[in-house]
C-alpha cells in the first residue's frame, strides 16, 4: 500500500487490532443470525510525510449511510462546545449577516443552529441523509454529499464561497485528504478562514488511545502532517488550539497562502516544535502504543472474568464507535456485558456490531440494576456519572477501560 497523500510505500505500523466489523454497523435482530463481514483494522504511518493511516477496505459510501446512527446533538457536553466555539469565532472574525459560514460533516444541525440564530448565513454539506434531514427540520440549509473539489468548484460557481469554512472530527474521515482540503482551498473566499478540529495523535499515542482508531477514521493526524497536506493545496496554517474533547483534540486555524491577514502564533510554532522534539518523525516514537493496547486489554478481560465469576453484573453506557473497536479488540461480548445503554432513539434496540451487545434505554440500564458499568466513551466521563449519578445509590459503580482500567470512586 501506498500513502493516500504523498503516494510513498508504507511499511510502520503504528497498531494491528486484528479484524472489526464497521464500527457504526449497528444490527437489528434478524441481522444477528447472518454472516457479519470483518475487516482487517491495521493502522501504519508514512515515513515521508508521517502521516497515520489505515488501509481502504471500504468505501465511504458504504461507511455514512442513510441509516448512520451518530447523531452529535445528543451529547449535551459536545452541545455546549459547539455553542461557545460559535460565540469565539463570531467576535474573533467579526461574522454577520453578510458572512457565509460552511460546515463540512454538518451532522444533525448540532453546530450551525447557533449561527442560524444569530441571523449568519449558513450551509451544510453532509454524507447521511437521515442527519441531514435532521438538520433541515432545524432549518439549516444541507447539500447532502462527500465534499471534495467536485461538490467545491460547484458551490463556488453558485456562489457559496465561504467567509468561514469549518469541520469538526471530519478530516480523519476521507479517504482522499488531498482532495478534500484541495475542495476546501476552491470554496473559501480570498480572506476567508479555515477551522477544523481533530483527535490530536500525540495524544492517542501517548495516553493509549487506540480504541479511537476505527474504518470510519481513514487518518491520524498529527499537527506536523496536517501542515505538509494544507501547504501542498496553497494553505497556509496560522494558529491553533489544544482541546480536551475526545481525548485530546486540535482546532487548526487556516487561510489561503497569498492572504496577508493573520500572521502566525507564537503557539503554532510552539506545537510544531514540541512534535519534533517528542519524536513523532521518528519510527521509535510509534513503536510502544501495541503492548500497551495489549495490556489494556487483559487488563479489562481480567476485570469483567472477575466480577461474573463473583456473581456480579456489568453493564455498559454509551454505544460509541470507540467502545466497539474495545470491545470487538478484547473479545468482549454480552456473556462478560449484559447490555449497553445509550441516550440515542437511533440506537436503542439495536445490537453493537461484532459482540452483539443490546443497546437499551438509560430507563431500562437503571431497571437492570447493575452492580457496575463500564463507560465506553470514556472521554465524557464526567456528563455520563451526572446523568447517572442516581445509581450510585443503587450500589452501582463505575469504571472507565482507557488508558488503564479504572474505577471510579
Not at 454539506?125 to 427540520?137: L, R
Not at 467502545?323 to 454480552?334: D, H, K, S, W
Not at 470514556?378 to 474505577?407: H, K, S
Request: net charge neutral.
Amino acid at each position: 500500500m501506498n500513502c493516500r497523500f504523498c503516494q510513498a510505500p508504507l511499511s510502520e505500523v503504528l497498531i494491528d487490532l486484528g479484524h472489526a466489523p464497521i464500527s457504526n454497523a449497528f444490527l437489528d435482530e434478524r441481522q444477528l443470525a447472518e454472516p457479519e463481514t470483518h475487516f482487517p483494522l491495521k493502522v501504519l504511518v508514512c515515513s515521508a510525510c508521517r502521516l497515520a493511516q489505515t488501509a481502504d477496505y471500504e468505501k465511504p459510501a458504504a461507511l455514512f449511510t442513510d441509516s448512520y446512527v451518530y447523531f452529535s446533538s445528543f451529547s449535551t457536553s459536545w452541545l455546549d462546545h459547539a455553542r461557545r466555539y460559535v460565540e469565539a469565532v463570531t467576535a474573533r472574525f467579526g461574522l454577520g449577516p453578510a458572512s457565509q459560514v460552511v460546515e463540512l460533516a454538518s451532522n444533525d444541525g448540532y453546530l450551525l443552529q447557533y449561527f442560524h440564530a444569530r441571523g449568519i448565513p449558513v450551509l451544510g454539506v453532509e454524507p447521511a441523509a437521515n442527519t441531514a434531514a435532521a438538520a433541515q427540520a432545524k432549518g439549516i440549509t444541507t447539500v447532502v454529499d462527500f465534499f471534495g473539489m467536485r461538490l467545491a468548484e460547484r458551490l463556488a460557481a453558485e456562489g457559496r464561497r465561504a467567509d468561514l469554512l469549518l469541520g469538526n472530527n471530519v478530516l480523519a474521515h476521507v479517504p482522499d485528504i488531498g482532495d478534500f482540503v484541495g475542495g476546501m482551498a476552491l470554496l473559501l473566499k480570498p480572506d476567508g478562514v479555515i477551522t477544523m478540529e481533530f483527535p490530536h495523535l500525540m495524544r492517542l499515542v501517548e495516553h493509549n488511545q487506540f480504541d479511537t482508531i476505527y474504518h470510519e477514521h481513514y487518518s491520524y493526524l498529527s499537527l506536523t502532517a496536517v501542515r505538509r497536506v494544507f501547504e501542498s493545496r496553497g494553505l497556509a496554517l496560522f494558529d491553533v488550539e489544544e482541546l480536551p474533547t475526545h481525548g485530546g483534540s486540535l482546532r487548526i486555524y487556516a487561510r489561503h497562502a497569498a492572504c496577508a491577514r493573520h500572521p502566525a502564533t507564537p503557539r503554532l510554532a510552539a506545537l510544531l516544535r514540541r512534535e519534533q522534539e517528542s519524536g513523532l518523525e521518528t519510527p521509535d516514537y510509534y513503536r510502544g502504543l501495541q503492548p500497551r493496547a495489549l495490556a489494556a486489554k487483559l487488563q479489562l478481560l481480567e476485570f469483567l472474568v472477575a466480577q461474573k465469576r463473583a456473581g456480579r453484573t456489568v453493564a455498559a453506557y454509551g454505544a460509541a464507535a470507540k467502545g466497539n473497536t474495545l470491545l470487538n479488540y478484547c473479545g468482549v461480548t454480552r456473556d462478560l456485558v449484559a447490555c449497553v445503554a445509550d441516550a440515542s432513539p437511533h440506537k436503542q434496540g439495536k445490537y453493537l456490531p461484532g459482540s452483539h451487545i443490546p443497546v437499551v434505554t438509560p430507563g431500562a440500564l437503571r431497571a437492570l440494576r447493575p452492580d457496575l458499568v463500564l463507560i465506553l466513551p470514556w472521554n465524557l466521563q464526567d456528563e455520563i456519572t451526572r446523568q447517572l449519578a442516581d445509581m450510585r445509590g443503587m450500589g452501582c459503580r463505575f469504571a472507565v477501560p482507557i488508558p488503564g482500567l479504572r474505577v471510579l470512586d
